[in-house]
């Protein structure tokens, strides 16, 4: 078994400890949060903050479990060159074929169905029950959360986050951190930076 540990010990970081706990070939150690709590809820060890990190033992994998994108990527970024980030993948996640591709640190929770020529990058997050259509990418970063649906022929740039229950309809491009937010519609591509709401969705301004 290799050794693991998960930074972020918030709800999302917790969900990963429960899923590590179905892949018997990872043994899970413990988190590593900047908060620095005496134990998650479950009384799971909390070894440090993130910094603490490189005290670990050589060979120990890392599992960034941060929705944020852009906290996840700054993480990365800062002890990427040190570490091995392991693909954690629930054994319920269907992604059969050889056309398919999973780069590196990425979290599949239980119930995602992966079809054919879909190449996610690094560090993604594919939350419960997602749902992506052929001939989709999934650039750098990207955060989908439970129950989306990205259909076919559609590219998401990096540090895209997707609401819960949100739906990408086919042959679309999000560029780079795009924000949908949760429930709604996309029916229309969209530059970089955009916030995306409503049904069909609409950009939204603060």
């Known amino acids: 078994m290799k050794k693991v540990a998960i930074i972020g010990a918030g709800g999302f970081g917790r969900e990963t400890a429960w899923l590590l706990a179905q892949l018997p070939q990872f043994d899970f150690v413990g988190f590593f949060d900047d908060k620095e709590k005496n134990g ?4 799971l060890p909390i070894l440090g903050k993130v910094s603490d990190v490189h005290q670990l ?3 120990t994998g890392l599992v960034i479990a941060i929705a ?9 970024k800062q002890i990427d060159r040190h570490f ?11 992604l059969d074929g050889p056309q398919n591709s999973v780069g590196r640190g990425n979290i599949i929770a239980a119930g995602v169905i992966i079809t054919t020529n879909v190449h996610i990058h690094d560090f ?4 419960l029950a ?3 259509g052929h001939d989709t990418q999934l650039s750098n970063y990207c955060s989908l959360m439970p129950q989306c649906s990205v ?3 559609v590219t998401l740039g990096e540090r895209c986050y997707v609401g819960a229950g949100a739906r990408i309809l086919q042959n679309l491009e999000m560029g780079a951190d795009t924000v949908v937010g949760a429930g709604a519609v996309v029916t229309k591509s969209c530059a970089a930076g955009k916030k995306l709401m409503g049904v069909p969705a609409k950009e939204y301004v603060d």
Not at 40 to 43: D, G, I, R, T
Not at 124 to 127: D, E, H, M, S
Request: net charge negative; aromatic share 2%; hydrophobic share 30%.
């Open 130 to 132: 997602c749902t992506i």
């Open 124 to 127: 993604c997050i594919i939350n």
């Open 68 to 76: 944020n994108p852009q906290i996840r990527q700054g993480i990365a």
């Open 84 to 94: 091995e980030f392991p693909n954690v993948i629930h054994p319920q996640v269907v």
């Open 151 to 153: 259909s076919g022929h």
């Open 57 to 59: 033992p050589g060979g």
């Open 40 to 43: 998650a809820p479950e009384n």
